[in-house]
């Protein structure tokens, strides 16, 4: 199986540091708002990705950061005069209830910055002692031109990055282009007591320390959206190298935008779907079908014709699964298809034509119907779609056939008055029984 690698710029045969298992850490939500349309579509890649990893026989460890303490966060608790905390706790809630609609897997660990300060106190403590970092105004700085690989994840040079800084830059740091690990207590902000100073953590730190206690040293896969590829992964490799003397991570696997006009989708410009609004509108499966229409690393325009489109899709697949249940086996040329198309860097837009196309087949060939709704059921379930409109069908058809096996008990016992109420009854809600000689049918209109 190949994965892009950003770090590299190539596709990478994937293979894990420890045999069928993956060490994965996926930077999750800095904790300020409800998810929008975007977010959904980023973790949807990476519930993908470790759906087929899993498929692939591996044992996936799969780590997502809350990001529970930032300026944002104390910005917003002291606009709403409310406690910092109860934000973040209330918008971690949030993000895990539409995990769940989402039908996300869970993951393994929800690591909390506030819950990892001691070590990030400590890593922070090595870079000093290396020399890869200094104390400046009760600030600790990154000191970017002692990590000889900078820039090698953005393909930045400092040269670049200088130019590129045209604020005023932070008095206390040397050069423009580091960054903080640990600000300095200001007025009103939460606070931690440290070696340096009374402060808190910067954000970059905050997934060094969260990746390395859970996952160690060197992981398998780290991953976000491609927004975060600088400053924010440049700054994590850059300060977990230092600290660890080892590579950080083997891939760095980044998502492309959900956009509105071409625009990242995002709150601070206002160009946004909010999850709750989207969800409304579509179910969660319709959803996942429109983001695996385009490639994990493309940019994907939110519309309305291709989520219609999606909704077409979806109903072409459940119509298709609901005619032919029953016993079936794997189709082999199906399956085999659709690993290609997903071992070459999940090509999800290939491996959902394919289905489309079995589909078409199935239905000029009742033969292998069964045999392909079978190994459909399986690709959807890699997929992360959920198929619980089936039980639920399964349980429509048991209840109509308890119905009509009461109405028969009260047409033996002549009670056609209450026989007939039943019959007339299940035809206003659009079901119809036929009594024919070989008992009664039914049909859903
Ligand atoms: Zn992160
Ligand atoms: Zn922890």
């Known amino acids: ?5 950003t770090l590299s710029s190539t596709l990478k045969e994937f293979k894990p540091i420890e045999k069928n298992k993956v060490k994965m850490y996926v930077c999750g939500m800095t904790v300020q708002d409800v998810p929008h349309a975007g977010h959904l579509r980023t973790f949807t890649s990476f519930d993908i990705l470790r759906r087929y990893l899993e498929y692939k026989g591996y044992e996936v460890i799969y780590v997502q950061n809350f990001t529970d303490i930032d300026d944002k966060i104390i910005n917003k608790s002291k606009e709403l005069n409310i406690d910092w905390r109860k934000l973040a706790y209330k918008y971690e809630s949030e993000y895990i209830k539409y995990a769940k609609i989402m039908n996300f897997k869970d993951v393994e660990f929800y690591p909390k910055a506030t819950l990892h300060i001691q070590e990030i106190i400590e890593i922070i403590q090595s870079l000093l002692n290396k020399n890869f970092a200094y104390i400046s105004n009760g600030n600790v700085w990154f000191d970017v031109e002692k990590f000889e690989r900078y820039g090698k994840l953005s393909k930045k040079s400092l040269d670049e990055l ?80 230092a600290f660890t003397g080892q590579v950080f991570s083997n891939f760095w696997i980044h998502t492309g935008f959900l956009t509105i006009g071409g625009e990242k989708m995002s709150k601070s410009t206002g160009l946004f779907f909010s999850a709750k609004d989207l969800l409304e509108h579509y179910d969660p499966n319709v959803i996942r079908l429109f983001f695996l229409k385009a490639h994990y690393r493309s940019p994907l325009e939110f519309s309305n014709e291709l989520l219609e489109d999606a909704k077409n899709g979806w109903y072409r697949i459940k119509n298709f699964l609901l005619e032919f249940k029953d016993e079936g086996k794997i189709y082999n040329d199906l399956l085999n298809q659709f690993e290609l198309a997903m071992d070459e860097n999940l090509n999800t837009p290939k491996a959902l034509a394919i289905i489309f196309e079995y589909i078409n087949l199935a239905y000029k060939n009742f033969d292998i119907a069964n045999d392909i709704a079978f190994t459909i059921r399986m690709i959807l379930n890699i997929l992360g779609f959920n198929l619980d409109f089936e039980v639920k069908n399964n349980k429509l058809e048991e209840l109509i056939n308890f119905i009509v096996e009461i109405r028969q008990d009260l047409r033996k016992q002549r009670n056609f008055e209450i026989s007939d109420k039943i019959r007339n009854r299940l035809k206003e809600i659009g079901i119809i029984l036929e009594d024919t000689k070989e008992g009664t049918k039914w049909k859903i209109i």
């Open 1 to 5: 199986m190949k994965l892009f690698d």
């Open 162 to 241: 200088i130019s590129g800084y045209r604020i005023e830059p932070d008095l206390s740091k040397r050069k423009p282009y580091d960054f903080a690990l640990w600000k300095a207590y200001k007025e009103g902000e939460p606070y931690w007591y440290s070696p340096f100073s009374k402060g808190r953590p910067g954000w970059h730190i905050e997934c060094s320390a969260m990746s390395i206690t859970h996952l160690g040293k060197t992981i398998d896969i780290h991953g976000g959206a491609e927004d975060l590829i600088f400053p924010h992964h440049e700054n994590e490799i850059a300060q977990s190298e």
